[in-house]
């Protein structure tokens, strides 16, 4: 499956910005999906994953209650609304997928990559 993350941009602290990750490929609802972040200077990061329905959820408690994920099986899309954005959430975020039923946090877990889309908070 190819990912393809959009959405990021330059945003004020307390904005909000939503990325979107397009995949290819008929057996997308079989995918776990994740999204992870990588600051400057810094390891990537987990951040969100969501289950092959939707109905399960993880979060980074960095980002719990601010971020939210969800997909459209039936557009093969998976989606990150980020609201009250702080500088700290700066990063390049990759959407992941992951073959295995299970949402996992680990970066280890995932088998496909998408390139990353930058996101900037900052006044």
């Known amino acids: 499956v190819q990912l393809q993350a959009s959405g990021g941009g330059l945003v004020q602290p307390g904005g909000s910005l939503r990325l979107s990750c397009a995949a290819s490929?008929?057996?997308?609802?079989?995918?776990?999906m994740g999204w992870f972040r990588q600051a400057p200077g810094k390891e990537r990061e987990f951040v969100a994953a969501?289950?092959?329905?939707?109905?399960?959820?993880y979060y980074a408690d960095s980002v719990k209650g601010r971020f939210t994920t969800s997909r459209d099986n039936a557009k093969n899309t998976v989606d990150l609304q980020m609201n009250s954005l702080k500088p700290e959430d700066t990063a390049v975020y990759y959407c992941?997928?992951?073959?295995?039923?299970?949402?996992?946090?680990?970066?280890?877990?995932?088998?496909?990559w998408g390139q990353g889309t930058q996101v900037t908070v900052s006044s």
């Open positions: 969501i289950s092959w329905s939707g109905g399960i959820t």
């Open positions: 992941a997928a992951r073959r295995m039923s299970g949402v996992s946090r680990s970066e280890d877990e995932y088998d496909y």
């Open positions: 490929g008929r057996t997308f609802s079989r995918y776990v």
